[in-house]
Structures are given as C-alpha cells and as structure tokens.
C-alpha cells in the first residue's frame, strides 16, 4: 500500500500547467460511443478513473489506443451495451454510460455505479430524466436494465440541478429526431465541455452553462480532435497550497471564470490574486485571514470539490470560519484526522466551526476519498515534522502524480512504500 510523505517549511513556488479536467473528460470518453469515426482527445491524465472509463470502453469494444497522453477511441465496432459491477462498482461516472449506450443502442444495461464516499449519492434524478424520455428501466440484481425503443424527446425539468444528471440526459437526448429541452439544468464548466465535445462532432445541443439546454436530434456523429478544459479543482488545490505555505504560485492551463468563488474567496484570505487569460497568479506573504463562513452550492457558488482543501487552510488561518456543506452529507471524514494533527474543529452534521491554530503537526493519517485526501496532504504542508498519508489510491483517482506536482512546486513530498 502506497504512501505520502510530506514535510513542511517549504513554501511553494513557481508555476506549473493544470491537467485536462478528470470530470469533463469522464462523460467525454462515455460520449465517445456515439461517434461513427474516431475520437482524439489530447492530454489525458494518468488518472485511476480515466483508466476505469477506458477499461469499460474496450469491454463494449471499442478499440482504444494511447500515444502519450493522447488517446484514439475508435467506437464504430462496438457491439455490446454491458457496463458489469466489476467495472462500473469504483467510479460514479460509470453512470453516464447509460445515456451513451441507450441513445446509441436503444438499450443499455449497466451495473450501479460506485464512487468516492462522501454520503449517498442517489441517482434518481438521471433514472426520472431517461423515463421521461420513454425509457424503460427495470433495477434488479445491483443492474439497471434500460429499453429505449420507444424513447421520444421531450421537456424535463430536474427537481435540482445535477451535473452527472444532466450529462447523462444531453448524451441520451443528442441522436432522437427532434427537439429535447432540459430545464434546472446543472451550470457547470464540465456540462459545457460535453455539449462542445458533442457538438464538435456534429450534435446540436444548445444553451449549455444556462439552465436551459436544448437538444436538437442528429442522425449521427463524427470524428473529433479534442482538447479538454483544465481541471479547476487540481488548479484550485494547488492554489490553497500556495495560499497555505505562504508562497506564490502561477497555474496556467485554467480559465479563471471556472474558480471565480474559490478566487475570491482567497483574496478575502489577504492572497494577492492576478488573473490573466488562462493563467491565475496567487501570491500570499502573510498567514491567511480565517474567512468568516463557506458555503458549497452549485456553480458558480462554492464548489464543493474545493471545501476539503479550504478546511485544511481554515485550520491555519488566523480566526474562526463556519463551514456549511451543502451538497453531499459525508464531507467532513478527514475532520477527525485533521483533529489528529492539532487542528480546532467542531463538526456537527453538514456544519463544521473550524478555529485556526498557528500550526500542525504531522502525523501518520489516513484519506478516506479523493478530495479529504488531498486537504490532508495540504495540511500536511503546513504541519510540523512528517505527515504520512495512506489509502493513496484515493488521492490518485483525480490527482496525476500529486507529489510530482507539489515537488515542482518546491514541497517536500514522496510517495513511499
Ligand atoms: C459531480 C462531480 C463531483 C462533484 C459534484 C458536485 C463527477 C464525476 N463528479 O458529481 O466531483 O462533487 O458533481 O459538483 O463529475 N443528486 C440527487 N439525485 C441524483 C443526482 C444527484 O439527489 O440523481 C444530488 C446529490 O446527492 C447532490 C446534488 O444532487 O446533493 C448534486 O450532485 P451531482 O451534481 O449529481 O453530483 P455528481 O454528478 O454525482
């Protein structure tokens, strides 16, 4: 089992380039189903979840080549329409399959999916969309099985807005004669990604980044040569690192419209942020100010992939910060750990009162999902002596090579045995 080591007193800098976006480019490669050519995406990352999402495409059987970091998915021989648990079981973004498979096939089975345990992640609302778009889905043995023969578009409004939910409906919607209109849809920079992925290669989907998306049927897809956004989580992280160590980092590879909220909320922290095209330079010479509360909502609200690595930067700065969690009910697992290292925080259900203290210390803890995972390596920065981490595994499902990056960066980090 794989570890992290990192030790403190190092601030960070330099700049470094911001890896293509592990949750665009999940539905991406679910997408690439539909295309009746070849899909090239350029710059995939090592990531354990994109590994997954490649593994499934070679057992429906698509042929998958790597070159580098640029991948070719040929998909017009796929003939199966079988996600199995033994795939599907550790990622959640197995589940847009079941919009690719059933708008191509007409039918798709596909096993629940798994995912990062961070509370329960219902997936009502993509099974409620795909009925009413007249699919038909019978749940038995851990499977969805899904008959789309008599599919039909339609309007649907989401009860709430959902990223997964909403990829899931435009990938299902994209091939059926007419027009399909999603309402409440969910904002994020990754559903606009899909819609520009599709509509490269021929879809039309319309209205993506609102909350209305409308989708006008095509007969087929083509090749495409894509580039995926920047990761804005990865850049963000690396930031609160900066902020974290007192340091001044420049990420490039990210548009700073995706990370406005956590921007701000930097600056408010006293971090000097300069923004230019798709670069963002933070710079933080003093320890940060305590933010007087977080709350995570939908984008363009606080994400609430950010709120793990601002937990660790609250448990530094200088007062008391209130933390709502408003999208997912188990987010605060690295809490005890970070209470391990000396932290100040109080948590009670989805609300944490964290109170800075001047400094950790490093201890042997454990991550227990990808985001709690890396808020513990940044707090880790920013502790006395050595901290280990453990269950790496985590941490590498959307994080190519952390320590090589904060390495760069000037940390003193490995990964050990
Ligand atoms: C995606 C991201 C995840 C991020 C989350 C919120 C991927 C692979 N993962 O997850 O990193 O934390 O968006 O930005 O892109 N919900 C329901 N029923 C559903 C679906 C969702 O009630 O059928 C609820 C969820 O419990 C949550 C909220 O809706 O409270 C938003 O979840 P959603 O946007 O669907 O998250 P994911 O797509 O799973």
């Known amino acids: 089992m794989e570890k ?9 800098f330099g700049s470094l380039k911001a890896c293509s976006s592990k949750n665009a480019l999940l539905p991406i490669l679910a997408g690439s189903v539909l295309s009746e050519g070849e899909v ?18 070679k057992s429906l059987g698509a042929k ?18 079988f996600v199995s648990h033994e795939l599907g079981k550790d990622i959640r973004g197995s589940i847009v399959f079941l919009g690719a498979l059933i708008s191509r096939f007409k039918k798709a089975c596909v096993s629940y999916p798994g995912g990062c345990n961070i509370g329960s992640r219902p997936i009502d609302l993509h099974l409620k969309g795909l009925k009413a778009l ?40 994209v091939m059926l004669n007419g027009k399909t209109t999603l309402k409440n849809c969910a904002k ?69 419209k995706y990370l406005f909220s956590v921007l701000k909320k930097l600056a408010y922290c006293g971090c000097n942020v300069v923004t230019k095209n798709d670069k963002i330079r933070l710079t933080a010479t003093n320890r940060c100010k305590a933010l007087q509360s977080i709350t995570t909502g939908v984008f363009p609200k606080f994400p609430t992939d950010m ?32 209470v391990k290292m000396g932290a100040k925080i109080d948590v009670n259900c989805n609300f944490a009162s964290v109170f800075g203290v001047e400094k950790l210390s490093g201890a042997d803890v454990s991550a227990t999902d990808l985001r709690a995972g890396a808020g513990l390596v940044l707090a880790g920065l920013n502790a006395d002596g050595y901290t280990t981490i453990d269950n790496v595994h985590y941490i590498d499902r959307g994080y190519d090579h952390i320590e090589r990056d904060l390495s760069i960066l000037g940390a003193e980090i490995e990964r050990i045995e």
Do not use: W
């Open 64 to 81: 998958v080549t790597k070159f580098g970091d640029i991948i070719f998915i040929d998909s017009k021989n796929i003939d199966r329409f």
């Open 307 to 338: 709120q793990s690595a601002f937990l660790s930067l609250m448990a530094v700065s200088n007062g008391r910060c209130k933390i709502y969690e408003r999208l997912f009910d188990g987010r605060f697992k690295q809490v005890p750990d970070l």
């Open 40 to 57: 090239t995406l350029y710059s995939v990352p090592n990531f354990i979840d994109i590994q997954k999402m490649i593994e499934i495409l």
């Open 4 to 12: 992290l080591r990192v030790h403190s007193g190092h601030k960070l």
């Open 188 to 256: 994020e920079p990754e559903v606009v990604d899909l819609a520009n992925f599709l509509n490269r290669m021929g879809a039309k989907v319309c209205g993506a980044g609102t909350s209305q998306i409308t989708i006008y049927g095509v007969e087929k897809l083509k090749s495409v040569n894509y580039q995926v956004i920047g990761d804005r989580i990865v850049a963000g992280t690396y930031l609160t690192a900066a902020a974290i160590t007192g340091g001044d980092v420049e990420i490039c590879n990210i548009s700073p």
């Open 134 to 173: 007249g699919v038909k889905i019978v749940e038995e043995h851990g499977y969805l099985y899904c008959d789309g023969k008599d599919m039909k578009p339609t309007t649907f409004t989401f009860e709430k807005q959902s990223v997964g939910a909403t990829q899931n409906l435009i990938l299902a919607s």
